[in-house]
């Protein structure tokens, strides 16, 4: 009720003070200006300590710019749209790397000015390059551009759905044919991204959504009492460790995308399935009852995950974790959802940002001290933290412009 | 003086029941029967928690069991024999993958039964293979085994010395070459392991021995204050993070294989530079003042390593310390290195061993809290603990051999 209401309002104001904060970061610290593109290993007060660019964040800090660009009147700024074009610019130029099948291949890493470092043998470099280049092309509005997101798409549709074998894995008798969560949830993502606000888009890419859902639903299993990471490709566990990986990050933000996809369609099956399982499950198995936090991966039997960093806090499923839980309780009124949100809320904001150097700290330990102490680095640029703080305040706003009359009376009743 | 002798005694003693210990928990708990080979993921209290075999833990137990046969009376048991050749049928059987370019490429994991599961692009499955096939030899006089062990050494020194396109990387423009000590370090391990009372290999791998043992100098960088990780094909420092990395249990390792290869010289000029640079340093640098225990990896320029479990205290570095610390010890006779010597035992004997399951924990928290609770895993078998205590007690045995006269008048002129 009006105790929410008031508790919501002081959430948006703090998100809307961070989000503008750790914008003013990355565009103060992570921009290339000689050679386009962005610095991501960015050390806790703003310094370069490695000059490498990592494709995924290369391509999301895009994305992150002109999404931000595009729908947030503030940040509406002739150097926010620039530093987006030089990246775009960067990624179109150096990314993508010759391959013997012919086939389109993305680095992972490229040196400062452009040489690629390193080629990973799975699809996300191209996925985020997708993303980068549509939404870019949204902001731009060239056509070219957008027609080259969808070639890369059809790319990764053919190695995900017809042949892989041009990700340069050599077929092996005891690699069988797996789903791992990520695949259909960035095809997921993918397809929300080049079918919004585009009618025959949307149709070509139909097909294509509602696969990516089932397949993220076969990773409900254990007669739905568990969310598991990897399953066969006929959706049943597989053996072992692989088998029984949790990431309950992972789970939550395919949570998100799931609701989203519920809405659009007002499917009440996808959007109950989402909430019970993708975002209500995970939290309660993913929460560190001892010391809070979500745990990064846990084995779904008990056994200790054979992961170095199982235990550690990550800044991301924490991300995840306040979209789904504030998107689930929009959607749905829970109040056992809000006050999760509330739980995670206040743990990740008593730990994750640095109010002295900005941004946020990645990594902490199980018990909740920083252990690694960059800003940024391979895996964290501007995404996550940003993509979170910007869909918390969109939900908020909405949330609360439906609560305004509410809070009026409330306030009002209390100058009486 | 006495009191040393007394202590290194109580060590020889503590030593020598561990690895009793260490090998009955191998015995008993990871021989696959049906298939041959090892089970090494192995939990807490013996139970097998995946039943993927690792190649590199496959060939490193065949090694341990022949070495210990071969070497130790009290070793040279039939179910240590017959389970070493189970393990080697096994890896002959199924490690190698037929690869396009007609090279004998090894897989990095199998299935159970054999079938392959993953390769990686590195070379260090066939290293392992390389060195069970070689030991097992030793014990088995199988001159055609011998054979192989020399072939796949054959193709090691063509990969790292002459074409590594073998191996399956791509060639990238932004990827220069790199000498990472890793690499070098394992060849000198396999010259060693070849050529031991061979005269005519020991000839035919001199000037790779040599070659190795300048390569590893070359990671002496920052005029001789820091052996760094990775440097560049012609020795001088790389950029980044990958150039600024250090890892103090490599160097320590690296620090003994220096030390019996100077030994078996009389080579003076290395002994010094092996003891100074690769033990002396790396202790110092590694080893946390805080919490005590060694890092696992650090940055030269102190910047915060990417590395999610750069401030781990790992089982292998205190194994390898334990090694380089007491053979630089019998070699010097310089008191500090007992000292540090004591120092890492005093760690490593309170945090490692599980005295309630058997076995060494592998994985602590920076503070020392156990982290990861299995006794093996995809990287932990049967190699690094008992190869330290193997090595050890070998080293005390020396030692208080030579001081037993020593000993005696101390305990005389006690009970005087």
């Known amino acids: 009720g009006s105790m929410s209401a008031v508790k919501l309002e002081e959430c948006r104001q703090h998100i809307r003070a961070q989000l503008d904060s750790v914008v003013d970061f990355w565009l103060k610290y992570s921009h290339d200006t000689v050679h386009g593109g962005f610095f991501t290993c960015i050390g806790k007060d703003g310094n370069i300590y490695d000059e490498l660019k990592y494709v995924w964040l290369q391509g999301r800090q895009v994305w992150m710019y002109c999404r931000l660009y595009r729908t947030v009147d503030r940040f509406r700024k002739p150097e926010i749209l620039k530093a987006a074009k030089a990246g775009g610019a960067f990624l179109r130029k150096f990314a ?16 400062r000015d452009g040489k690629a470092v390193k080629v990973q043998r799975s699809i996300f470099s191209e996925c985020f390059y997708v993303m980068a280049m549509d939404e870019l092309s949204r902001v731009t509005e060239d056509q070219d551009m957008q027609l080259e997101a969808e070639q890369m798409m059809e790319q990764l549709i053919h190695w995900v759905r017809v042949d892989g074998s041009g990700l340069g894995r050599p077929q092996l008798p005891g690699d069988v044919p797996t789903n791992s969560m990520a695949v259909p949830m960035m095809l997921l993502c993918l397809v929300q991204q080049l079918s919004e606000d585009r009618r025959g888009v949307e149709q070509k890419y139909a097909e294509l959504g509602s696969w990516c859902v089932q397949q993220i639903l076969q990773h ?5 009492a568990a969310i ?23 789970a939550l ?29 995970p939290y309660e198995s993913g929460w560190d009852k001892a010391h809070g936090g979500l745990f990064y991966f846990l084995d779904v039997d008990g056994h200790c995950p054979t992961q170095l960093e199982w235990s550690m806090k990550l800044w991301w499923p924490h991300s995840e974790a306040l979209i789904a839980l504030l998107m689930a309780y929009s959607q749905s009124r829970k109040a056992e959802l809000l006050q999760s949100f509330f739980q995670v809320y206040e743990y990740t904001f008593s730990h994750f940002p640095d109010p002295a150097g900005g941004e946020w700290f990645g990594y902490l330990t199980q018990e909740g ?3 690694l102490d960059f800003k940024g680095g391979p895996f964290k640029g501007f995404f996550h933290v940003p993509r979170c703080l910007y869909m918390c305040e969109r939900i908020l706003d909405d949330l609360l412009a439906n609560s305004i009359t509410f809070i009026t009376i409330v306030v009002v009743k209390g100058t009486v």
């Open 96 to 111: 993508r790397v010759s391959s013997s099948s012919g086939q389109w291949k993305c680095a992972f890493c490229l040196t």
């Open 369 to 371: 001290k920083v252990a």
């Open 253 to 281: 933000e395919a949570g998100w995308f799931l609701l989203q996809y519920a809405a659009e369609r007002g499917d009440e099956q996808i959007q109950t399935t989402a909430i019970q399982k993708f975002v209500e499950l």
């Open 220 to 224: 409900v299993q254990r007669d739905g």
């Open 228 to 250: 598991l990471e990897n399953v066969s490709a006929d959706g049943s566990e597989l053996p072992g460790c692989l088998g029984r990986l949790q990431n309950p990050g992972h």
